[in-house]
């Protein structure tokens, strides 16, 4: 996944853009993780994901949906949802979460 | 930057989601990075930033913008324009940029 960023997909697409702060109270949220990246893998219209996180700081979680249908069964997940609510609860400090229809989109490889 | 993400604006805005790795050259870098900063503060509808960089891996960095005009002020200006040239011939591997306009967001920080 971090090899190389998930490349620029035909608009429209949408982003979801979650920006996070965790706590120190971590327990479960690998396992939990690992766990979401499966499901989500399982909605049909979801293109990618990327992830960088700053040790100690910031985390930024990008996914990418084909449309608003994909993100609507991402969202109402049940599993997901329970998720969700254990990180209010437990994992994350501060959160933000932007919901984004791409409008142009742009790719750049090294030729060497 | 990174104590808290950027919040949730009142929707609709921009999100500029670009994502990168770079390369072993990275001379220049931190210096072109700061005076982009200070430019893109200088641009009317700039809204702010948030930045995550895993370690030897991907970078994410998200510009929210208020308007279209924004976005386009910065993606012309001069400078910004002879970084991104620099960027491609020196200091990124890869990178995607994705343009998109926010449709609804929210975020959460803890009580305690």
Chains 1, 2 share one sequence.
Not at 67 to 81: F, I, V
């Amino acid at each position: 996944m971090s090899d190389h960023p998930v490349e620029a997909f035909e608009p429209p697409y949408y982003v979801a853009v979650f920006t996070t702060i965790r706590t120190g109270e971590q327990d479960g949220y690998p396992e939990t993780n690992a766990r979401m990246e499966e499901l989500v893998n399982q909605i049909p219209g979801y293109l990618g994901m990327d992830h960088a996180q700053t040790p100690g700081g910031l985390g930024i979680t990008v996914g990418y949906f084909r449309d608003a249908e994909a993100l609507t069964r991402w969202r109402t997940d049940e599993e997901h949802r329970a998720a969700q609510q254990r990180g209010r609860a437990e994992w994350y400090q501060s959160y933000t979460l932007h919901i984004a229809k791409v409008e142009r989109s742009h790719g750049f490889t090294r030729a060497d």
